[in-house]
T-cell receptor, first 116, second 110 residues
Framework: DTAVSQTPKYLVTQMGNDKSIKCEQN?????MYWYKQDSKKFLKIMFS???????INETVPNRFSPKSPDKAHLNLHINSLELGDSAVYFC???????????????FGPGTRLLVL | KQEVTQIPAALSVPEGENLVLNCSFT??????LQWFRQDPGKGLTSLLL?????REQTSGRLNASLDKSSGRSTLYIAASQPGDSATYLC?????????FGAGTTVTVRA
């Protein structure tokens, strides 16, 4: 049983297109995240949702819009794709601790986005 | 702003040698520190989580230490095996987010 799943695994598209990536977790966690890993393998937080409420938005262009229909799902929609959006996007989930702490994070397998 | 640095960036050792991976962070107001493993083309797998009040955490051949006041953590992997070849990332938790280092890529030669 996959704990954190993402679809699609690979996404190749043209500049200017709009695309979505879906994420689902079956761990019962209350917090979900989107990370971007660039070509240098550096992993950076983009968004964090706790109980369907946005709590972290790390100066990501507003072409990126996360949507959390329920606690188990966090989708990422990207408008007007640009070449620089090419990266691996990871979804993750965890239980939030108290006072800003995060417990162990569980990652999905990643979505490899290539913008041509 | 929290900055996390991992040294060295890459490491190659013969099988059986012990591995020492270093992580440093600039803001000591953390809740915990987590070590992850990433295999090529895969997601991250959590290895260890050390609470800010702990000094070390052990799991099998893995041992991680934390010196919060000096902003340092070390991951020790005993008796390395070729299957330990991967990229190891550390991340610190504060304000509901993890800040990651760039990772140390480990190659264990058979």
């Amino acid at each position: 049983d996959t704990a954190v799943s993402q679809t699609p695994k690979y996404l190749v598209t043209q500049m200017g297109n709009d695309k979505s990536i879906k994420c689902e977790q079956n761990l019962g966690h209350d917090t979900m995240y989107w990370y971007k890993q660039d070509s240098k393998k550096f992993l950076k937080i983009m968004f964090s949702y706790n109980n369907k409420e946005l709590i972290i938005n790390e100066t990501v262009p507003n072409r990126f819009s996360p949507k959390s229909p329920d606690k188990a799902h966090l989708n990422l929609h990207i408008n007007s794709l640009e070449l620089g959006d090419s990266a691996v996007y990871f979804c993750a989930s965890s239980q939030a601790g108290t006072g800003g702490a995060l417990l162990t994070q569980y990652f999905g397998p990643g979505t490899r986005l290539l913008v041509l | 702003k929290q900055e996390v640095t991992q040294i060295p960036a890459a490491l190659s050792v013969p099988e059986g040698e012990n591995l020492v991976l270093n992580c440093s962070f600039t803001d000591s107001a953390i809740y915990n520190l987590q070590w992850f493993r990433q295999d090529p083309g895969k997601g991250l797998t959590s290895l260890l989580l050390i609470q800010s009040s702990q000094r070390e955490q052990t799991s099998g051949r893995l041992n991680a230490s934390l010196d919060k006041s000096s902003g340092r953590s070390t991951l020790y992997i005993a008796a390395s095996q070729p299957g330990d070849s991967a990229t190891y990332l550390c991340a610190v938790s504060n304000d509901y987010k993890l800040s990651f280092g760039a990772g140390t890529t480990v190659t264990v030669r058979a």
